[in-house]
């Protein structure tokens, strides 16, 4: 699964860069913040920053 965090947001365009990891490489163990496709997923630490983009995958 790969893991998106705020550093793999592009502000205000909702691009996902092309830094993302997977869980495993960033070994986390935290099942909680899974998203599906059509999901809206944001940073809501900062929301200044424009850190969201619309799930197109699991």
Known sequence: ???I???NIESFTGRILD????VKEEQLISGKFRFR??????GK???QLGKY???SVD
């Open 45 to 47: 630490i900062n929301p």
């Open 37 to 42: 496709p059509g999901d809206v997923v944001y």
């Open 53 to 55: 983009f619309y799930a």
């Open 5 to 7: 965090a705020p550093g």
């Open 19 to 22: 830094n993302v990891k997977s």
């Open 1 to 3: 699964m790969p893991h």
